[in-house]
């Protein structure tokens, strides 16, 4: 499955964005989907994820509350809403498909190209 993602920018300090991640090549709903993170110098960090239905979804305790992922499988498309942003949020962002229920990245198959996200103070 290929995976591209867009949606990134600049915001200040308690803005919001909104993230898609667009699915091609093979059938979008077979797959989990996360949101990862990287920030200049750290490893990459789990964000989000949604099971295959978007009956079930997982955050990180850093975004919970503030962030929500969803998925339109009718679209081949995954959201992260991002809402109350803060500069520590700041990272270039990644969607990212697996066959089962995942949180580090090294479990994940397919990676989209990133999107970067800068909150300013």
């Known amino acids: 499955v290929q995976l591209q993602a867009s949606g990134g920018g600049l915001v200040q300090a308690g803005g919001s964005l909104r993230l898609s991640c667009a699915a091609s090549?093979?059938?979008?709903?077979?797959?989990?989907m996360g949101w990862f993170r990287q920030a200049p110098g750290k490893e990459r960090e789990f964000v989000a994820g949604i099971n295959w239905s978007g009956g079930m979804t997982y955050y990180a305790d850093s975004v919970k509350g503030r962030f929500t992922i969803s998925r339109d499988n009718a679209k081949n498309t995954v959201y992260l809403q991002m809402n109350r942003l803060k500069p520590e949020d700041t990272a270039v962002y990644y969607c990212?498909?697996?066959?089962?229920?995942?949180?580090?990245?090294?479990?994940?198959?397919?990676w989209g190209q990133g999107t970067q996200v800068t909150v300013s103070s």
């Open positions: 090549g093979r059938t979008f709903s077979n797959y989990v």
């Open positions: 990212a498909a697996n066959n089962g229920v995942a949180t580090k990245y090294y479990e994940y198959d397919y």
